[in-house]
């Protein structure tokens, strides 16, 4: 298993959530603008961030998924997350998911940290591919996929969706680039 790095960009750093994430990660967790596209309900409180900060800490502990907080600079705010999860048994395939403030969207820096990830993910997981699954009315997230280079796929079988969510959701992969192979 390999162990979660931290990542600097030119703008951003990545790095494992900490208490001091807390306030921002609730904050992310219920925006209108970033809960309209994921699975379930805004986070009520502050104390459903920090359950759910311990419970990413013992899956990126076991090397489950690897979860980066972005922030601008080592001592900034987390302004969106980054994550590689649900890997498929053999661990050559997974899922990245991103959120990001809708404030700093538009600026390139989710094109930063999802640059800086699967970069690490096919040089030291040597992945075979990503798959990004996202709600096909989220233009702004289809069009980043596409200009990293995802490409729409139907969604594999082995994906267990209910009937109503696959029907609002679209399926992007990204193989893993043939230099590198």
């Known amino acids: 298993m390999v162990t979660q790095p931290v990542f600097q960009t030119e703008r951003l750093v990545l790095r494992p959530l900490d208490p001091r994430d807390d306030g921002q990660f609730w904050r992310l967790r219920s925006d209108p603008l970033v809960i309209q596209w994921?699975?379930?309900a805004p986070w009520p409180n502050l104390e459903r961030a920090r359950e759910e900060r311990l419970?990413?800490?013992v899956g990126m502990d076991a090397c489950k998924?690897?979860?980066?907080?972005?922030s601008e600079?080592?001592?900034g705010p987390l302004i969106g997350t980054v994550c590689l999860w649900n890997f498929t048994t053999n661990r050559k395939d997974c899922e990245i998911g991103f959120e990001l403030f809708p404030s700093r969207q538009g600026k390139g820096l989710m094109t930063e940290a999802v640059g800086?990830?699967?970069s690490w993910a096919w040089s030291a997981l040597?992945?075979?591919?990503v798959s990004a699954l996202t709600n096909r009315e989220n233009l702004p997230s289809v069009r980043f996929l596409q200009r990293c280079g995802f490409v729409s796929a139907p969604i594999p079988e082995s994906w267990e969706l209910v009937e109503v969510e696959a029907?609002?959701?679209v399926y992007y992969r990204l193989d893993r680039p043939r230099f590198l192979t």
Request: proline share 4%; no cysteine; charged share 15%.
């Open 38 to 40: 994921a699975d379930g």
């Open 167 to 169: 029907e609002n959701q």
């Open 116 to 118: 800086a990830v699967l």
């Open 55 to 57: 419970k990413l800490q």
């Open 65 to 70: 998924w690897y979860f980066w907080a972005l």
């Open 126 to 129: 040597f992945l075979e591919g």
């Open 73 to 75: 600079g080592p001592a």
